[in-house]
């Protein structure tokens, strides 16, 4: 029984033999209760969905890329250059898409990606996300950028698993006490974001003079955070724009080089993984420094315009590192489809990011949770139809390039 079939029988919903368990609770309530669903199912219908909900600053934030978006069409491109090969007369009768990443126990190598401000887009914000992870066993990675405390996210995952993801400021004593509060709020794995020292060109948030933290948004683990705290001048109550501009002076740090990374080690004992890597030498560097993951990341084409496609890049990193550190992939995801295409090219697990920040504009919690519920159950029915009885079986021999 797979993950979704279990949700389907929880709801109480008779099977229907071979269908998916959330493909059948959707058929049956079209036949039972006259109902569709309530969200698209379909990423680019959902896109839509999202944008005649959210103001054009909110909306662009999330959706928009650097400069002229070719590196965020290259990420879709790069998806349509391979195609899955389907196997025949293979018992695929019981599926498991269950996998253990980095000592976390997954329901699906399905992570819901750091995406920050959450709050511009819904109120529930990255609680509302955390809690519809843990609701269905996957893993939500907490940006340091969030518009919630990581301790009021934590009680909302509950016992779900979490990670947390770092920008790493130009304070010592700030990133460390990030990652002290990190670690006590029972997250268990650091993941770093590389390629943000500098923030991309964006004309979308250009042309609308919108950067949410300028309005105190997203700023909470900092606000919140007595390190940092300790350098303001007055209270950030007080002085709220003195509190940005304190900010503003640490969030980036192009200061950084490979001979910092022992400073993470020092200040966190689980494992750690870098994130934007995109040729095989940085990850390279990564295993010999002693990390223990590398996310294949461009940040959805939002930092450099015109950068190669996270997906032509992932097998070359896989072919560097892939038996000594864990690959995990990110930029571009939008079906489950696509997200076995990564996982067949190397990726242990994959992140998604804009999708599930739609569904939560469209309806918070229950919205994150029908999207995720979504791509497991696509995942799941890709896999199978392809021949494979669990997410293992998708391999490189799995595809071909068109």
Known sequence: MTTDDAAGSAAGRPALGPLSGFQDEIYLQ?????????????????????RA??????????????????????????FDRWAIVPRMLRDVSTRSLARTVLGTEMTAPLLLAPVGVLSIVHEGAESAAA?????????????????????????????????YQLYWPREEAVAASLLARAKAAGFTTLM???DTGLLGWRPHDLDRSYLPFLRSVGIANYLTDPAFRAGLAKPADE????????????????????????????????????????????????RDAGMDGVVVSNHGGRQVDGAIAALDALPGVVDAVGDDLTVLFDSGVRTGADIAKALALGARAVLVGRAYAYGLALGGEDGVR???RCLMAELDLTTALSGHATVDGLTRDALVRR
């Open 370 to 372: 029908h999207v995720l």
């Open 30 to 50: 079209g036949l039972l209760e006259d109902r569709v669903p309530a969200y698209p199912t379909d990423g680019a219908a959902l896109e839509d969905a999202a």
């Open 131 to 163: 809690r519809a992870a843990a609701a269905l066993g996957l893993t939500s990675v907490l940006s340091t950028a969030s518009s919630t405390p990581m301790e009021d996210v934590a009680a909302a995952a509950g016992d779900g698993a979490r990670w």
């Open 53 to 78: 909900v959210l103001a054009d600053g909110p909306f662009w934030y999330v959706a928009g890329a650097a400069g002229t978006g070719a590196t965020a069409r290259a990420n879709r491109e790069a």
């Open 239 to 286: 002085d709220p724009f003195g509190a940005v501009a304190h900010w503003a002076g640490m969030f980036s740090n192009p200061a950084a080089t490979w001979e910092h990374l022992p400073f993470l080690r020092a200040h966190w004992d689980g494992p750690i993984v870098l994130k934007g890597v995109l040729h095989p030498d940085d990850a390279r560097q990564a």
């Open 192 to 194: 770093v974001t590389l």
